[in-house]
């Protein structure tokens, strides 16, 4: 869904350890994996998993999946497999605070998620966060090289970026200066693993999604 006419400032949401515990998610997986196939078999998903990781540049759940049923054609353990990723309860997932902060914010809000365009949308719209923006979804590749289309579905005057990866706020806000305020999240283990020294730092850091309403970005918007 398109913003029109532009708004004075749209919130744009990663999801994954943003506004979802989605380590909490792979943990499950994990130990699902070696209930049901073993531990040998859920190390090798985690490399399978890593590698296409580091090769496609975003998770891939289930690419990783149909990687490991390579000599495993005929586990029975398999179609369960894709039950439980496809029908996990993603609104068990919800960060304390979540829901709530997307309701108060004085402003129009908009997922921007990196992921597969598969099973992210699918993730999205089972967590409910699909109709709490209202549609208002973009699964990218990389978000940082789709700022032309981010700006062009939602025109504002300003942007607040909410992500927990510390890097790839600073990517943007390079790019985009002083249109674009930038949160940083420490939630998850890319928070937990973040370079302090990054520059640009984030123009906000806090502890859980919750204290985004504590933010008042109205000057900020219009200023710029």
Not at 22 to 38: K, P, V, Y
Not at 136 to 163: F, G, N, S, T
Not at 178 to 184: A, I
């Amino acid at each position: 869904m398109l913003i029109d006419p532009p708004a004075a400032v749209v919130f744009l949401f990663d999801v994954d350890n943003t506004l979802l515990d989605n380590d909490r998610f792979r943990a499950d997986l994990d130990a699902w994996l070696t209930r049901h196939l073993g531990a040998d078999q859920c190390q090798r998903y985690a490399r399978i998993y890593d590698e296409r990781r580091q090769r496609l540049g975003y998770a891939d759940y289930l690419g990783s999946i149909q990687a490991l049923r390579a000599g495993l054609e005929h586990d029975p353990a398999l179609p369960e497999l894709s039950r439980f990723v496809l029908d996990y309860p993603f609104t068990d997932l919800f960060h304390p605070g979540a829901p709530g902060v997307l309701a108060e914010l004085a402003g129009p809000c908009a997922i921007v998620s990196d992921g597969d365009i598969v099973f992210q949308p699918h993730k999205i719209r089972r967590s409910g966060l699909w109709d709490a923006v209202d549609g208002r979804v973009m699964v990218c590749l990389h978000k940082q090289d789709a700022i032309r289309a981010i700006e062009e579905r939602y025109p504002a005057r300003h942007y607040v970026m909410v992500d927990d990866k510390v890097e790839l706020l600073a990517d943007m806000k390079r790019a985009m200066g002083e249109r674009l305020s930038t949160v940083f999240v420490r939630q998850g283990h890319y928070a937990a693993a973040a370079d302090p020294a990054i520059q640009p730092p984030p123009d906000h850091a806090i502890e859980h999604i919750g204290q985004l309403a504590d933010i008042d970005f109205r000057q900020t918007a219009a200023a710029t």
